[in-house]
């Protein structure tokens, strides 16, 4: 936010000024600087805008009477009165500039946008049902080998978290920005992609989170490829040639296209893939260019996650050997590989749970070279709408489809908690291989897998965030 004003954030969010200002004071307090945005009011501070916004649970308008004693800029959909009102009757400080505008968000979306047209460099955004923050984490990692690199931070990739990133975009000096684009109703990307206005776009998979919203893939995959609305004609997406639906895409799109994948007809291509240990390692290949590519992550998806990244580093002409070193150090962020003091392997991928995610994580399980058993525990998967019970099935008829080298089911036993999550244990309780439980109550099913785990065990725990999986591992 550097070098923003009060005045400024008042012209470009088309707001007005409500409360009172002495005549003399408005000339300075229109020339104060802003420095930052919150939208949290225990996060406001002198030289912050506070942007109240009304959640379903809390209105943070009823916090202006006391933000104001701290900085002199908020951002209000009410008036002064209803400001009041909400506040119990407390009096607005005076001399602030409360900015008065139809809708906050949209007034937030605007500034952002401002300060995106003031970046000079690319921007790439990454979009997709499942990978969207390890792809850009992975693209950072890669970049950031040969570049000063600015990218989205933790889970800031919504209506509100990303023009709050793209107002920061010039707090420090970079060469390229990379940001995460979360979406989960029609019409969000446009809003999005008018913030972010990418010069690159990514796609990762077109799954079926959020289709309780999007109603069908088809509906999932065109919001996702709005990504470009605001492309000019330079712009260029890298979709994931292994997704059917994005391959279907291939010569129907009017900006310029990359595909990345295992697919042999992509334009940037993983091959020969194997899996050693703990590391993953593949041949990168584009055009006559071939070079050897080690993970330390497991996961196809992670190979393509991976591939993406250099196939973008590549198209900018950046130093692929130090890109490929540079990804041999990442780590990743939602799913931890743990060695337990118990002599078992945690895989720990509770952050959240699609059918896609879901699928990816149990391929980890299936590569586990463990001694002893592999064990999936997997909990509800949210937000799949009306045929959740068929996409919960459908993970469990994946999981019978998974073999060891030997032909054997690769999955030994498979752990379900919670109400959907039935679903996935009918579709493998006639499979004698894999022995398989249910549990409605986790602290139930927590005392079991701690009396049952042992030495050379791998398990894999996986869910949306609300199950609260992360307590399960924690006690283990």
């Not at 955004?125 to 693209?139: D, L, N, P």
């Not at 088809?218 to 292994?242: H, P, T, Y």
């Not at 020969?272 to 006559?288: C, E, F, K, L, Q």
Request: with cysteine; hydrophobic share 40%.
């Amino acid at each position: 936010m550097k070098n923003i004003t009060i005045g400024k954030i008042l012209e470009v969010t088309g707001g007005k000024l409500i409360g009172k200002v002495d005549p003399d004071y408005m000339a300075p307090l229109l020339d104060t600087e802003i420095t930052d945005i919150a939208t949290d009011s225990r996060d406001v501070k002198e030289g912050i805008l506070f942007v109240a916004f009304k959640g379903e649970k809390i209105d943070a308008h009823k916090f202006i009477p006391k933000v104001a004693c701290l900085t002199k800029a908020i951002l209000t959909e009410e008036d002064e009165e209803m400001i009041k009102a909400g506040a119990d009757g407390a009096l607005l400080p005076e001399n602030v500039a409360y900015i008065k505008v139809d809708s906050t968000i949209e007034g937030l979306q605007k500034l952002g946008a401002y300060v995106r047209g003031l970046y000079p460099n690319k921007v790439i955004g990454v979009t997709g049902s499942v990978g969207k923050t390890t792809t850009r984490e992975m693209i950072t990692c890669a970049l950031s080998s040969s570049l000063n690199t600015y990218h989205t931070i933790g889970n800031m990739n919504s209506q509100v978290g990303v023009p709050v990133m793209t107002s920061r975009m010039l707090d420090q000096p970079s060469d390229i920005s990379i940001l995460e684009m979360g979406i989960s109703i029609p019409g969000e990307m446009d809003r999005l992609a008018k913030v972010v206005k990418p010069d690159i776009g990514v796609v990762t998979v077109i799954g079926v989170a959020h289709i309780e919203f999007l109603k069908t893939r088809e509906g999932i995959r065109e919001e996702k490829l709005r990504i470009a609305s605001q492309m000019d004609e330079n712009g260029v997406l890298f979709l994931n040639a292994d997704d059917p639906l994005l391959w279907e895409m291939k010569g129907k799109l009017k900006h310029k296209v990359y595909f990345y994948g295992t697919n042999p007809e992509a334009d940037f291509v993983a091959e020969d893939i194997r899996v050693d240990d703990d590391t993953n390692s593949y041949t990168y290949r584009h055009g006559n260019t071939k070079m050897l590519v080690t993970l330390n992550v497991l996961g196809v998806h992670n190979v393509l996650n991976s591939l993406v990244s250099l196939a973008i580093a590549d198209y900018l002409g950046l130093d692929l050997t130090k890109a490929a070193t540079s990804l041999e150090n990442f780590e990743g962020l939602r799913q931890r590989v743990i060695k337990a003091d118990g002599g078992y392997t945690i895989i720990d991928d509770t952050y959240n749970a699609s059918p896609d995610s879901m699928k990816a994580a149990l391929k980890v399980l299936q590569s586990m070279d463990n001694i002893g058993n592999r064990i999936a525990v997997l909990g509800d998967m949210f937000e799949l709408g009306p045929d959740s019970g068929k996409y919960h099935k459908e993970v469990g008829e994946f999981i019978n489809t998974l073999k060891a080298e030997d032909g054997s089911s690769a999955i030994h036993r498979l752990i379900t908690i919670g109400n959907e999550s039935s679903y996935i244990n009918q579709a493998v309780e006639n499979n004698m291989e894999i022995e398989s439980l249910h549990f409605n109550d986790k602290e139930e099913a927590s005392d079991y897998i701690k009396k049952t785990l042992k030495p050379g065990d791998a398990i894999l725990f996986k869910a949306s965030n609300g199950m609260k999986f992360k307590e399960i591992v924690s006690n283990l």
